[in-house]
């Protein structure tokens, strides 16, 4: 698309969105409440621990796990454990060489004292055991309870850690602290013990579950209760002793793994802090860089650039954190996938809109667009028509519409680089133009451009256009471009450049939209009548019947043409009502006058749609039968284009009626492309000459030879001929010299009432008798 074609087409989707920076502002403050109050806590779990499989790595076999499991709450036969058994597990991995000995058991209160003395004495004789302390925190940090050990034991033991995390809503622990506050003292966690890195009460760090779980060396309390573990496992490592059987508790969920006992979490926290201090980012470093990601998408107006800038920048997000994250620097992703996924929609729906709204070859603007378009109310609208588009697109090859539209586009556009093009299809374009501005001159130098052939795929082509004018109103745009579009037919017919809307016209066609409405109901009120046209003999010149035709004479717009009611009805499959009424009240007609002693006969028009009607014979026989009529005496006219129709389902139907004794008329013959051999297939009686040869014989030679050999023609066939159209004493007597049958035309007489046709075959047979 050339230039302007381009400019035009970014402008009037433009006009069609919303601003895009106030898209992003809003993503943008939406975002922001949904980093903060943390709404994307329930996916950003999963996201992270599909990323960690990035970096799935094994434990440091540093520290040992001691499980209190299934297996030692058997040996020992009861729960809680008499507390001689932690002494005994203390003396045992402190003869195994252990370097500390974590226990993540609560010992609160007293039990037996000579159970809780012979744990203390351990205890001291260890030297290297460290006891848990917990405080459960509420919001705000402030601290709503403590859990520590006994005083004698806690004096006993070489220290105090904390135990205490924070998870969420699956029990999955979120963040450890580093230390914790206990009865006013700094009290580290064990995971800050254990690696030895410590860090201000109040500081938490991401453990990494990275780390597989399965890897970290584990022994059974059972096991070390008999001595029977080997020391080389214990020695010079740390040791957690924690309980892993389901029914004590104290199971939390690790991801990608499943549910474990609490023991395993603390060695997970001390494995990430011997590797590198663990730092969060959050969610603002990817929450920007979604931000300009959208920024990006919005500046563009191709819709596989804004997906393939957002589709990245997704990508990014969800799978880019595993490279820091492999390093304990973690990031959060839903505030970022949140706006994302929040512009790719408002994208996604505009893209969706537009799509409505612009042509698909040529991507303009189309003619819903300009519907839609609430500035174009005040403005004149232009329209412009090219004539023969679609013959046009006919015949070129394929794909090469948009060349032509191009070509169009290119010369439309001279002088309008402010305004929107509109197109919509079968080459119709439309814009919008201040209603002040002189543009008649621009219309004239518009039309000469087109008068150069256009050149599409090696192919000169001559270009046809019109243009129409609807220079404001209240109307509704879609009423107005009508209009518009009316107005250019209008001026193409009348051989104009352009042409003005007339608002008459809209009345007009109002009234031509109600016809068919007003014409079954005009035939029930009587509006609708009969007019006979005489025909004469002219061998004997006597009238020997004549052609019924229907008139309108509406109450409030006096007649009606017959050519206007008639072909509408025709047109819109309306026909059969009028034709049974003209066959009622001309059969009727018919029949009065041959009951006088007349020899009468009645031609009806016969429109091709009735063909196809398999019941219209079985009622021009029921209209024959009542009213007593000759079926020879009854003619049906039918145009040479219908008769003529390559139809099986026509001859059938012109057949049928033949055999029932009604004749039938080739009308308004010479018109059509009939051969000798259709005039032989077909079972006509007579042929109808078209008056437009017949009132042109008497100048005409070429029409008078025409007229001749059709007779001719006819004769030969056994058939009569009546000319229509005998306007002067002339024409009449060129008939009579080329041995025609019978004329019909205002030399022979108007169309006239039943009343007066009857006084006029009276009047007839008077002047024959004197």
Same mark, same amino acid.
């Given at each position: ?17 919303? #601003? ?13 409440? *949904? ?46 454990? #008499? ?6 597990? +203390? ?25 809780? $003395? ?32 006994? #005083? ?81 496992? &214990? ?9 892993? +059987? ?48 959208? @920024? ?26 595993? &490279? ?21 929609? @408002? ?161 007009? $066609? ?25 025909? &004469? ?10 052609? %019924? ?31 049974? *009424? ?6 009727? %007609? ?25 019941? *219209?014979?079985?009622?021009? $026989? ?73 009132? @042109? ?7 008078? &030879? ?44 108007? #169309? ?19």
């Amino acid at each position: 698309m050339g230039r302007i074609s381009a400019h035009v087409s970014k402008r009037s989707k433009m006009k069609s969105e919303a #601003p895009p920076w106030k898209l992003l502002l809003w993503t943008a403050v939406a975002g922001i409440i *949904f980093g903060l109050i943390g709404a994307g806590e329930i996916v950003e779990g999963p996201l992270r621990t599909i990323r960690n499989t990035f970096h799935w790595h094994k434990a440091s076999g540093d520290i040992v796990l001691v499980q209190i499991d299934n297996q030692a709450l058997r040996k020992v036969g009861r729960w809680p454990w #008499p507390r001689r058994y932690h002494a005994q597990l +203390a003396d045992r991995l402190t003869a195994a060489g252990a370097k500390r000995i974590f226990f993540d058991i609560t010992f609160v209160g007293t039990t037996d004292p000579a159970e809780d $003395a012979a744990f203390a004495h351990a205890l001291k004789r260890s030297g290297r055991t460290i006891l848990p302390t917990r405080t459960l925190s509420g919001p705000n940090g402030w601290t709503k309870s403590e859990t520590t050990p006994l #005083p004698d034991l806690a004096d006993a033991a070489q220290g105090l850690g904390t135990i205490s995390w924070h998870y969420n809503f699956q029990q999955a622990v979120t963040d450890i602290p580093y230390a914790a506050r206990a009865n006013g003292k700094v009290v580290p966690s064990y995971s800050a013990l254990m690696s030895g890195r410590q860090g201000p009460p109040g500081t938490t760090f991401v453990p990494d579950f990275s780390l597989d779980p399965k890897s970290i060396p584990t022994v059974s309390a059972a096991d070390v209760l008999d001595n029977t573990v080997d020391r080389k496992l &214990l020695a010079g490592k740390d040791v957690v002793i924690g309980w892993t +059987a389901e029914e004590l508790g104290d199971q939390f969920f690790v991801p990608g793994t499943g549910r474990m006992g609490g023991a395993y979490i603390h060695i997970i926290g001390a494995e990430t802090l011997k590797g590198s201090r663990p730092f969060n980012l959050g969610w603002i470093p990817l929450f920007l860089l979604a931000l300009g990601a959208s @920024a990006a998408a919005l500046t563009r107006r191709d819709g596989r650039q804004q997906g393939a800038i957002l589709g990245t920048a997704a990508i990014v997000c969800l799978f880019g954190p595993a &490279l820091p994250e492999s390093y304990h620097i973690y990031l959060d992703v839903t505030a970022a996938l949140f706006v994302m996924i929040v512009i790719s929609t @408002a994208l996604g729906w505009r893209r969706y809109r537009v799509r409505g709204l612009v042509n698909p070859v040529s991507n303009l603007p189309n003619l819903s667009a300009l519907r839609a378009n609430r500035d174009g109310k005040k403005q004149a609208l232009i329209a412009a028509r090219i004539l023969n588009y679609e013959e046009i697109v006919a015949t070129l090859p394929p794909n090469s519409e948009r060349q032509l539209i191009d070509q169009i586009v290119s010369r439309l556009g001279v002088g309008m680089s402010n305004r929107t093009l509109y197109q919509g299809d079968g080459g119709i374009f439309a814009w919008f133009e201040d209603s002040r501005a002189p543009f008649g001159n621009h219309l004239d130098a518009l039309y000469s451009l087109f008068r150069n052939p256009a050149r599409v795929a090696g192919l000169s082509m001559d270009l046809s256009v019109a243009f129409g004018v609807e220079v404001g109103s209240s109307r509704s745009l879609p009423n107005r471009l009508a209009s518009a579009l009316v107005a250019a037919e209008e001026a193409a017919h009348d051989g104009l450049k352009w042409k003005f809307h007339d608002p008459e016209s809209l009345q007009q $066609a109002s009234w031509k939209l109600s016809i068919l409405s007003e014409l079954d109901s005009a035939i029930d009120r009587g509006e609708v009548w009969v007019a006979y046209q005489p025909k &004469l003999d002219i061998a004997t010149q006597r009238i020997i019947g004549a052609e %019924a035709l229907a008139r309108w004479t509406h109450p409030e717009k006096g007649p009606i043409a017959a050519s206007e009611f008639v072909a509408a009805a025709e047109a819109h499959d309306r026909i059969g009502k009028l034709t049974d *009424f003209v066959l009622e009240k001309s059969i009727a %007609a018919a029949a009065g006058l041959n009951k006088q002693g007349r020899d009468f006969e009645i031609a009806v028009n016969l429109s091709a749609r009735l063909l196809s009607d398999k019941g *219209f014979t079985l009622r021009v $026989a029921a209209l024959l039968a009542r009213h007593g009529l000759d079926p020879a005496h009854l003619t049906l006219e039918l145009t040479e284009t219908a008769a003529l129709a390559d139809s099986g389902e026509s001859l059938e139907m012109i057949t049928r009626l033949r055999e029932l004794g009604v004749r039938i008329s080739i009308d308004d013959y010479g018109t059509g492309l009939s051969t000798l051999e259709y005039l032989k297939k077909i079972p006509a009686s007579e042929i109808k000459i078209d008056q437009s040869f017949v009132k @042109a014989m008497v100048d005409n030679r070429s029409d008078r &030879l025409m007229v001749q050999s059709t007779i001719g023609l006819a004769h030969s066939l056994g058939r009569k001929v009546v000319a229509e159209g005998v306007e002067q004493r002339e024409i009449l007597d060129l008939l009579v010299e080329m041995e025609c049958d019978i004329a019909q035309g205002f030399a022979i007489g108007r #169309p006239m009432s039943l009343e007066s046709l009857a006084k006029r075959i009276s009047a007839d047979r008077k002047r024959s008798a004197a």
